[in-house]
C-alpha cells in the first residue's frame, strides 16, 4: 500500500513558479513509475510528468521545457517543478504511482495509487 501526498500548489500570476511536492510513504520505499497528471475544471485527468524506476523522465508537449519532475529518494519525495507559468496550467494536480505496464503510458488508469490532489491557479 503506498500513500500519496501532494504540496505546494498555490495561485501566482502568469508566469511566475511553483514547486509540487508529492511525499510517499511505502515501508519498502517502492513506488514504481511515478507521474503527474492534472485535471481542469471540465475536463478529463491529463498526465504531463513521469518518472519511471530508473529515473527517465517524460513531458507532454503542453509543458516541456517549463516544468521538471525530480525525485529525492532518501526523502521518497516526488517534485514538479514549474516555472513560466500560464492561465492554462490551472488545474488540480495529482501525484500518481505505480504504473501497471500497457501501452499508454499517459492513462490514468493505468496508475494504482494517488495522491489527494493540489490545486495551482494561474492568473493571467
Known amino acids: 500500500q503506498v500513500q500519496l501526498a501532494e504540496s505546494g500548489g498555490g495561485s501566482v500570476q502568469a508566469g511566475g513558479s511553483l514547486r509540487l511536492s508529492c511525499a510517499a510513504s511505502?515501508?519498502?520505499?517502492?513506488?514504481?513509475?511515478m507521474a503527474w497528471f492534472r485535471q481542469a475544471p471540465g475536463k478529463g485527468r491529463e498526465g504531463i510528468a513521469r518518472?519511471?524506476?530508473?529515473?527517465?523522465?517524460d513531458y507532454v508537449e503542453s509543458v516541456r521545457g517549463r516544468f521538471t519532475i525530480s525525485k529525492d529518494h532518501v526523502r521518497n519525495t516526488l517534485y514538479l517543478q514549474m516555472n513560466s507559468l500560464k492561465p492554462e496550467d490551472t488545474a488540480m494536480y495529482y501525484c500518481?504511482?505505480?504504473?501497471?505496464?500497457?501501452?499508454?503510458?499517459?492513462?490514468?488508469?493505468?496508475?494504482?495509487?494517488w495522491g489527494q490532489g493540489t490545486q495551482v491557479t494561474v492568473s493571467s
Open positions: 500518481a504511482a505505480y504504473f501497471r505496464g500497457g501501452s499508454n503510458l499517459w492513462s490514468a488508469a493505468l496508475y494504482r495509487y
Open positions: 518518472m519511471t524506476v530508473l529515473g527517465n523522465t
Open positions: 511505502e515501508v519498502s520505499g517502492y513506488t514504481g513509475d
